[in-house]
């Protein structure tokens, strides 16, 4: 079992790795490599999953972490924090709603909501990670 410390770094790896393979399957799917990007955006999801399981684990175990910066930075930190947390909870019910599109081979539905998932989940991991680095390694 993972050490509760770590999870903070496991879940900012998995954001990052999430948002190379999001990047990924677009380039794919742009250059009509569907099956490559079939295989990458199942990937994606994956990772996000991994991560929803491991960020509840830390917070199960470590509970609630408080910003630590400046009070000018607490506010960039807190607005932040809170469009990634609602679009966070928006893109867990988008993103596999889109999947399950593509894997019925609904394309044209599957496409309808894609425009909107895929910027949304992109927003999501990028600042899931620089919500990772402003609480834990940026030293105030």
């Not at 099956?35 to 994606?44: C, N, P």
């Not at 999947?99 to 909501?113: M, Q």
């Amino acid at each position: 079992m993972i050490e509760a410390t770590l999870l903070p770094h496991v879940n900012a790896t998995l954001n990052a790795l999430a948002t190379v393979l999001l990047a990924t399957g677009w380039v794919l799917v742009r250059r009509r490599k569907l099956e490559a990007h079939r295989r990458v955006m199942l990937a994606a999801l994956s990772c996000s999953v991994l991560f929803l399981v491991s960020y509840l684990t830390y917070h199960y175990q470590v509970g609630s972490v408080r910003f630590q910066g400046p009070e000018p930075v607490r506010t960039i930190y807190l607005s932040i924090l809170l469009t990634h947390t609602v679009l966070a909870a928006v893109v867990a019910v988008m993103a596999p709603i889109t999947v399950f599109r593509a894997l019925r081979e609904r394309f044209d539905r599957h496409r309808a909501i894609a425009r909107w998932t895929l910027p949304i989940w992109l927003y999501v991991s990028v600042t899931g990670v620089v919500v990772y680095w402003m609480l834990y390694r940026v030293e105030w």
